[in-house]
C-alpha cells in the first residue's frame, strides 16, 4: 500500500493524462468525467476489453516498445 496522500495522487494522475492525452484533452477528459454521474467501476466493467492480465501486460509492453521506436517531435 501506497503512504502517498490524496492530493499527490491526484497530482501524478493528471500529469499522466497529461503526458498521455496532452493538456487539453486531459482538460476535456476531466471535464467531462465532472459533468456526469460517473461511477468507474461500472465503466471499467463495461468499457474495456474483457483481457486477462496477462494480456493487459503484453499490449502495454508492445504500446510501450512502439511509444520507444517512435521518432520525438
Known sequence: MTTETES????R??????????LVEAERFMGSINRERFDYTIW??????????EQIAA?????SAELDTKPSA
Open 13 to 22: 494522475g493528471m500529469r499522466a493524462l497529461i503526458d498521455v492525452l496532452g
Open 44 to 53: 471499467r466493467q463495461q468499457s474495456l476489453p474483457d483481457l486477462s492480465i
Open 8 to 11: 499527490a495522487i491526484r497530482l
Open 59 to 63: 499490449r502495454a509492453n508492445q504500446l
